[in-house]
Nanobody
Framework: QLQLVESGGGLVQPGGSLRLSCAAS????????IGWFRQAPGKEREAVSC????????NYADSVKGRFTISRDNAKNTVYLQMNSLKPEDTAVYYC???????????????????WGQGTQVSVSS
């Protein structure tokens, strides 16, 4: 069964940090570009960050630039999203998605992605 599984979400105070993981099973991620997305209640899903299949190219939404870092460990078949200086407005369900294109950006269309995870909740509150 081909699937992506996110983990690492939780409740954190403003200014805190979390690291999300996106692990693949049933296929290897090294041929896929990966995107992290989030969706807050009542809002549209937005792309947060993307990384190319090689890991050499990354990009970020302006809202998270300088605070979030995307990385990948193809040997572990996992992509990470390190989130620092979290704000209440970062509260959302975070999803990862895999595209069989080598490079995607935060403006790439959703239909470029072949696999989606189920999401992990991130809540930032005092």
């Amino acid at each position: 069964q081909l699937q992506l599984v996110e983990s690492g979400g939780g409740l954190v105070q403003p200014g805190g940090s979390l690291r999300l993981s996106c692990a693949a099973s049933g296929f290897t991620l090294d041929a896929y570009a990966i995107g992290w997305f989030r969706q807050a209640p009542g809002k549209e899903r937005e792309a947060v960050s993307c990384i190319s299949s090689s890991g050499r190219s990354t990009n970020y939404a302006d809202s998270v630039k300088g605070r979030f870092t995307i990385s990948r460990d193809n040997a572990k078949n996992t992509v990470y999203l390190q989130m620092n200086s979290l704000k209440p407005e970062d509260t959302a369900v975070y999803y990862c998605a895999a595209s069989n294109r080598r490079v995607v950006t935060t403006t790439s269309p959703s239909f470029w992605y072949n696999y989606w995870g189920q999401g992990t909740q991130v809540s930032v509150s005092s």
